[in-house]
């Protein structure tokens, strides 16, 4: 066991980290700026590429993946397709539209700059993909400028496209990706891992009734299984953490204990959801900001082009309750699914460093841009 000495370093790294973020998210809120954006700045100030305190990365980007792995496992229990079915029907065919818009129209774009196949592919999905945490704090935020409905079709709306993301990039790293299994092992593998997430299913609600009024309990299963199924996809299986805490979530919010587990695990989630961000805001250096910035223009321009116009579009054909205006603007940003996209795709070699800082910026500036242009009180009629 490591000593007192040798570990005090690290958990002053991670309290100094959550302090200065917890301080820049609640001035970025006074400032009438998402709380997300204090977290990115934070980032960018222990960065190793500013100066004064520098962050332990290694450390934060371990707490960081337990993060987007409970987040998109917490999106996943929260998805109700029946509901969405029910009361939100254009969503159903409304969503995976704008996602092929987006695929059809970017993934040309990318080849055309000299990105091989799978970055243009990826980085086009990555585009049409918006932020799940993002559009939640559009929903509660005590400045929204939406009307219920709108808001309703906001959650809708990322809700559904977390799921055809999920198959598409599913698809993509199976047809494309730089694995060593062939196509059929690598869809054999997809097909083993939510074998195992339906059996984890049914063994979680059994285990959950049993400790229901066992508070401390409860929290820790629910926690407990969003990561071992998630690591359990990776290891065995080779899928993406990120994307196998979604397809476990997605399994077991059939249960009727659904709720509670999702209320169980929004603490972690949220604590470690920070964290994910700020480490993001490591990532972009200073230096490179310049250059990048045509990269992270086209992006930007690419999102509105894919994304924010043909959601207008699609609501307004698809008779949606909505403000049609603010729904294509508050969807209009990339965060962490698109982050982790954009990360296998560096990792695999499929886009350059420049452009990678170029996307990390462009999550920035349209996280920012997205939250401030949905306050505006349009004087829209709904249709």
Request: aromatic share 8%.
């Amino acid at each position: 066991m490591a000593s007192i000495v040798e570990t005090a370093p690290l958990v002053l790294n991670v309290g100094v980290v959550l302090t200065a973020a917890a301080t820049m998210g609640f001035a970025a809120r006074k400032l009438g700026l998402p709380s997300v954006i204090g977290y990115l700045v934070t980032g960018l100030l222990v960065s190793p590429f500013t100066p004064g305190f520098v962050a332990d990365n290694n450390q934060l980007s371990l707490l960081a993946d337990i993060g987007v792995v409970l987040l998109l496992f917490e999106v996943g229990i929260e998805l109700d397709l029946r509901k969405i079915t029910r009361e939100q029907k254009s969503l159903i065919w409304g969503v995976p539209t704008q996602i092929a818009i987006g695929m059809l129209i970017g993934t040309p774009v990318f080849l055309w700059i000299g990105i091989p196949i799978f970055g243009a592919l990826l980085l086009s999905l990555s585009i049409a993909m918006s932020s799940s945490v993002v559009i939640v704090n559009i929903t509660r935020s005590p400045r929204r400028a939406t009307d219920s409905l709108t808001e309703e079709a906001l959650l809708g709306w990322s809700l559904v496209q977390d799921v055809v993301g999920v198959a598409a990039a599913a698809m993509i790293l199976t047809l494309f990706g730089a694995s060593e299994k062939s196509i059929p092992e690598a869809i054999a593998g997809l097909f083993g891992f939510v074998l195992i997430a339906i059996a984890a299913s049914k063994v979680l609600p059994r285990v959950l009734r049993a400790v229901r009024w066992e508070k401390d309990f409860f929290l820790i299963y629910s926690v407990s299984f969003g990561l071992v199924l998630a690591a359990l996809g990776t290891v065995v299986f080779g899928i993406p953490m990120a994307l196998a805490g979604f397809v476990a979530g997605l399994a077991i919010n059939q249960s009727r204990d659904t709720e509670e587990v999702r209320k169980a695990i929004l603490p972690f989630r949220d604590l470690f959801a920070v964290l994910f961000f700020v480490v993001i805001g490591t990532l972009i250096e200073p230096s490179q900001i310049q250059s990048t910035l045509p990269f992270a223009a086209l992006i930007l321009a690419l999102m509105i082009l894919v994304k924010t116009l043909p959601t207008i579009g699609l609501a307004r054909i698809g008779k949606m309750k909505v403000r049609p205006y603010q729904l294509g603007v508050g969807v209009s940003q990339i965060g962490e699914f698109s982050f982790v996209l954009g990360s296998l795709a560096f990792v695999q070699e499929a886009i350059t460093r420049a452009q990678y800082t170029g996307l990390l910026l462009a999550v920035v500036l349209s996280i920012t841009g997205s939250t401030i242009m949905v306050r505006r009180p349009y004087k829209q009629r709904s249709i």
